[in-house]
Nanobody, 117 residues
């Protein structure tokens, strides 16, 4: 089994920054993808950023140039640095791990990010 724990959410003013962290534990194998998703009230969960264990990254258009994903494979940890935050970034942010050669996605419990205008 795999367990993910997120931290780093909170309340910030527009234009501010937050850094989210997610650490995975359990039976983790490479190659894998760790990603951040978010879900705002009344909206579908959407992909924000992803990073493979090989270092390839991807971002939603809405966060390009403002958010940066990074990871430490040895620590099974992924971070999301969020700068120039906007009220529309307000959501619950979830971490996900997908192991490429094994079935199943694993999700964290989510962390709330609130950006005030």
């Amino acid at each position: 089994q795999v367990h993910l724990v997120e931290s780093g959410g909170g309340l910030v003013q527009a234009g501010g920054s937050l850094r989210l962290s997610c650490t995975a534990s359990g039976n983790i194998f490479s190659p894998n993808i760790m990603a951040w998703y978010r879900q705002a009230p009344g909206k579908q969960r959407e992909l924000v950023a992803s990073m493979t264990s090989g270092g390839t990254t991807g971002y939603a258009d809405s966060v390009k140039g403002r958010f940066t994903i990074s990871r430490d494979n040895a620590k099974n940890t992924v971070w999301l640095q969020m700068n120039s935050l906007r009220p529309e970034d307000t959501a619950v942010y979830y971490c996900k791990l997908r192991q490429i050669l094994r079935s199943g996605d694993y999700w964290g419990q989510g962390t709330q990010v609130t950006v005030s205008s």
